[in-house]
């Protein structure tokens, strides 16, 4: 969907052969995580996101990653890790890095032990999953795959405090990927 279409639940039902209370039920959600407005008796509208909302983002990243990962440092186990790394060695090998990147992050706030750190964790690299497209440069898979790797050595090693530190320079890293224009 392209920022500022407009959206109706009849027009969605009929694309998508269902009736429409699914398909209000899918904006209500979207509506309510912020990616779709609704205007009432006139339908919806795809939000347009802003380098601002992408700055925000990272901004609450650089504050719970970092905790993710010290904290899982003292909680992973060798099984957990080894499929962290495969995760990591995946990302190399792939047409689509960024999908695997999405799933080593959330391994790692997974790992945490922490659930709502976890959750929120997943939401705010959704959103950068949907929006980084318009405002991120390419992915550095060399960059990344060796900052996952880094991440996974410190968790192997129980050290909290490397860990954080590695996951707060990838994200910084991630950051200066970030188009100033669209």
Same mark, same amino acid.
């Given at each position: 969907?392209?920022?500022?279409?407009?959206?109706?639940?009849?027009?969605?039902?009929?694309?998508?052969? $269902?009736?429409? $209370?699914?398909?209000?039920?899918?904006?209500? $959600?979207?509506?309510?995580?912020?990616?779709?407005?609704?205007?009432?008796?006139?339908?919806?509208?795809?939000?347009?996101?802003?380098?601002?909302?992408?700055?925000?983002?990272?901004?609450?990243?650089?504050?719970?990653?970092?905790?993710?990962?010290?904290? +899982?440092?003292?909680?992973?186990?060798?099984?957990?890790?080894?499929?962290?790394?495969?995760?990591?060695?995946?990302?190399?090998?792939?047409?689509?890095?960024?999908?695997?990147?999405?799933?080593?992050?959330?391994?790692?706030?997974?790992?945490?032990?922490?659930?709502?750190?976890?959750?929120?964790?997943?939401?705010?690299?959704? /959103?950068?999953?949907?929006?980084?497209? +318009?405002?991120?440069?390419?992915?550095?898979? $060399?960059?990344?795959?060796?900052?996952?790797?880094?991440?996974? +050595?410190?968790?192997?090693?129980?050290?909290?405090?490397? +860990?954080?530190?590695?996951?707060?320079?990838?994200?910084?890293?991630?950051? /200066?990927?970030?188009?100033?224009?669209?």
């Amino acid at each position: 969907l392209r920022a500022g279409q407009t959206l109706s639940e009849e027009e969605l039902a009929t694309r998508y052969g $269902t009736s429409r $209370t699914p398909v209000r039920e899918v904006l209500t $959600t979207l509506s309510q995580e912020n990616l779709i407005r609704h205007f009432p008796r006139r339908g919806y509208q795809v939000i347009e996101f802003r380098l601002d909302d992408v700055l925000d983002v990272f901004q609450v990243r650089m504050l719970l990653e970092p905790e993710a990962a010290y904290r +899982a440092a003292g909680r992973s186990n060798p099984e957990e890790l080894d499929r962290l790394e495969a995760i990591a060695h995946e990302m190399v090998n792939l047409e689509r890095p960024g999908q695997a990147n999405v799933f080593f992050h959330r391994g790692v706030a997974a790992l945490s032990g922490n659930r709502l750190l976890a959750d929120l964790v997943e939401q705010l690299n959704e /959103k950068i999953w949907l929006f980084g497209k +318009a405002y991120l440069g390419p992915l550095d898979v $060399t960059e990344s795959y060796k900052a996952h790797l880094d991440l996974v +050595a410190a968790l192997r090693g129980g050290d909290g405090e490397v +860990a954080r530190s590695v996951m707060q320079e990838h994200l910084m890293q991630t950051q /200066k990927r970030l188009r100033r224009t669209p």
